[in-house]
C-alpha cells in the first residue's frame, strides 16, 4: 500500500518568514495530493489540493509543488502570520477500479512566532 | 446533510464497558474512513470502507475494535472492554470514490 513520508515533524518560523513542508509517497499511481490544516481542537480541513497532472498550484499564500517523477510534493506558505499556526497533514490518494484510498502523512507543527 | 456529522461530540465511559462511536457521512460519499489521534499527535488510520467491496481493517489496534458501515451510509466504530490507552479523539471522514476527504468535528472520547 501507499507509504506517506512528512517533513518536518515541527517548524517554528518569524512572522513574515516563508514555511514550507516536504511529503514524499511511494506509491508511484498516486494522483491526488490534498494538504490539510488543523487548528487546535478543531477537525482538519482542506487547505490546497493538487493532481498528477499539474506541478504547482496556488491560493494566495498558499502553493503547493508536486514532482512526479521524484514522488514528492510540498506545501509553501508565503508571509506566514501568526493564525497560520497549526498542524498541516499532506496525504495521497491510491488505489484504481473505483477504490480510492487516502493515506495521510504524520503531521507537521507550524508555529509562526510573533 | 450538509457535513460529516459524528455522535455523541463527547463520551465518557468506565473502563472495561463497549462503547459506540456513530457517523453519518455526506450523501453520495462512497467512502468512509475512521481515524485515532491522541492529544498533540497525527491521524492514526483505522479502517476505510469504499462502496461494497471489503473494509480495509488494516489499522484496527486490537480485536476489541470493530466496525460497520450499513446501507453503505452510516458507520459505527465499536470498542469493546474499553482502557485507558483507548482514550482519544475519534474522527470520521468521507469522500466520493476515494477523493476529497470531509472530517466530522470527532467523538472525544474519555476512558476512566
Known amino acids: 500500500g501507499e507509504n506517506v513520508e512528512q517533513h518536518p515533524s515541527t517548524l517554528s518560523v518569524q512572522e513574515g518568514d516563508s514555511a514550507v513542508i516536504k511529503c514524499t509517497y511511494s506509491?508511484?499511481?498516486?494522483?491526488?495530493f490534498p494538504w490539510y490544516k488543523q487548528e487546535l481542537g478543531k477537525r482538519p480541513q482542506l487547505i490546497i489540493d493538487i493532481r498528477s497532472n499539474v506541478g504547482e498550484k496556488k491560493d494566495q499564500r498558499i502553493a503547493v509543488t508536486l514532482n512526479k517523477t521524484a514522488k514528492h510534493f510540498s506545501l509553501h506558505i508565503t508571509e506566514t502570520q501568526p493564525e497560520d499556526s497549526a498542524v498541516y497533514f499532506c496525504a495521497a490518494t491510491s488505489g484504481g477500479a473505483g477504490s480510492y484510498q487516502l493515506t495521510f502523512g504524520k503531521g507537521t507543527k507550524l508555529s509562526v512566532i510573533p | 446533510g450538509a457535513g460529516v456529522s459524528q455522535s455523541p461530540s463527547n463520551k465518557v465511559t468506565e473502563k472495561g464497558k463497549d462503547v459506540e462511536l456513530r457517523c453519518d457521512p455526506i450523501?453520495?460519499?462512497?467512502?468512509l474512513y475512521w481515524y485515532r489521534q491522541s492529544l498533540g499527535q497525527g491521524l492514526e488510520f483505522l479502517i476505510y470502507f469504499q462502496g461494497n467491496s471489503a473494509p480495509d481493517k488494516s489499522g484496527l489496534p486490537s480485536d476489541r475494535f470493530s466496525a460497520e458501515r450499513t446501507g453503505g451510509s452510516v458507520s459505527t466504530l465499536t470498542i469493546q472492554r474499553t482502557q485507558q490507552e483507548d482514550s482519544a479523539v475519534y474522527l470520521c471522514?468521507?469522500?466520493?470514490?476515494?477523493?476529497?476527504?470531509?472530517f466530522g468535528q470527532g467523538t472525544r472520547l474519555t476512558v476512566v
Open positions: 450523501s453520495g460519499h462512497t467512502a
Open positions: 471522514a468521507s469522500s466520493f470514490q476515494g477523493g476529497l476527504a470531509f
Open positions: 506509491d508511484s499511481a498516486s494522483n491526488y
